[in-house]
């Protein structure tokens, strides 16, 4: 059998963009430790292993065959930050997550055009140079939000799974998902990144790491679309939430926040809450939203202070992550479908398949899963043969 003989720089660099240790890549891939460490100190390996190698790492095989490491880079802006450094480089989920985004959001931008579908007018209609006030008031009319609307619902995660049936309405595709894909080995992280957003005037995409906290999401929801009234991509980290240095994340933390918490309410609710035990449990279940977020607004209203605030937040998420990993089971396959794909996109695509404009192997791609699965998905949605 011919050996290669590639650059040992990038064999290594294959290896450790997946985030894999020697032992646990050669467990993966049911091949002896020494054998890894010779690659990545020749270079030579014969094509089989070198399959293994991309397989495994989830690296295209042509960037193998480089003379050195590809640097890669997110096509959006990266807004991701811990304190007040900005992180590394993303990881080979939040790479192809994006990407596979883009090709959803690609596909449905020429699918509207072609059936004839208006611009969306909200899509970056304001700039940092408007009240993000502005922003939330519009967001609110665009997603036919009335004032009280939260009152209407059980609780903060039914208002929650509202705010999603809104988005998809208003034409923005909306996906929630924890991992890659369908592919359950490879989770997203919620310490790397909690959502990020597409802007597009036809098909604008929220998408919500669902690794995180479901306390969490609801901001992030939020924060989210301020980015897409503003009109920019973006992919948001541990500031979606907590407290921001960037400009646009700033504003976008304000829009969430206004458009969640209105400002003119919250003295009322504070002064009635402040006492209470649960403080900001109390605030939550009023507006129906997560503690998080009552905690959070009480911050930016100069209600409480940043330590009090992190105090705060340390606690919520340690117990909320307890609560998750106590938690088993993955539900529903076709359930976790409807917020993986989205109503809204998979019906579209679901019909260009029947109806011959699309291929159907490009329909499995786009959605994650084919053959019986995907008929039994449609069958799901309501849609007919």
Avoid at 87 to 107: F, K
Avoid at 194 to 219: I, T, W
Avoid at 234 to 250: C, Q
Avoid at 350 to 377: C, N, S, W
Wanted: glycine content about 8%.
């Amino acid at each position: 059998m011919s050996t290669l003989a590639l650059q040992p720089d990038v064999l290594r660099w294959a290896r450790e963009r997946a985030g894999l240790a020697v032992d646990k890549f050669a467990q993966k891939a049911k091949i002896k430790p020494e054998k890894v460490r010779n690659w990545e100190e020749t270079g030579k390996l014969t094509f089989s292993q070198l399959e293994h190698l991309a397989q495994h790492t989830h690296t295209p095989i042509g960037h193998l065959f480089l003379s050195k490491p590809l640097k890669e880079k997110l096509s959006i802006p990266d807004f991701r930050t811990v304190g007040d450094r900005a992180l590394g480089e993303p990881s080979t989920e939040l790479l192809d997550t994006v990407q596979a985004m883009q090709r959803r959001q690609d596909w449905m931008r020429d699918e509207l055009i072609e059936q004839g579908q208006e611009p969306l007018p909200f899509i970056g209609k304001f700039s940092l140079k408007d009240k993000p006030e502005a922003v939330a008031a519009d967001m609110r009319k665009q997603l036919a939000l009335q004032a009280g609307w939260a009152k209407g619902v059980s609780g903060w995660e039914a208002a929650l799974a509202e705010l999603r049936h809104r988005v998809q309405q208003a034409g923005i595709l909306i996906v929630f998902n924890g991992v890659v894909g369908n592919n359950t080995h490879r989770k997203l992280e919620p310490e790397e990144f909690r959502g990020f957003a597409l802007s597009d005037e036809y098909a604008p995409l929220v998408f919500l790491n669902a690794s995180d906290s479901k306390s969490a999401q609801m901001f992030t929801l939020a924060h989210e679309l301020a980015h897409l009234w503003l009109g920019l991509d973006a992919v948001s980290g541990m500031e979606a939430t907590l407290p921001a240095n960037h400009k646009s994340e700033m504003f976008c933390n304000q829009a969430a926040a206004e458009f969640l918490i209105p400002a003119k309410e919250f003295p009322a609710a504070w002064q009635a809450a402040e006492l209470a035990v649960d403080c900001y449990g109390q605030l939550a279940r009023q507006f129906k939203v997560s503690p998080i977020v009552t905690a959070r607004r009480a911050l930016d209203l100069n209600y409480i202070n940043r330590d009090a605030f992190f105090a705060f937040y340390r606690d919520y998420i340690r117990a909320e992550r307890k609560k998750k990993d106590a938690q088993k089971g993955g539900g529903d396959f076709f359930s976790t479908q409807h917020v993986r794909v989205g109503e809204r996109f998979g019906r579209a695509v679901i019909v260009a398949a029947r109806e011959g404009r699309l291929l159907y192997r490009d329909a499995f791609q786009l959605v994650g899963f084919g053959g019986a699965t995907f008929d039994k998905f449609a069958k799901d949605l309501g849609v007919g043969d």
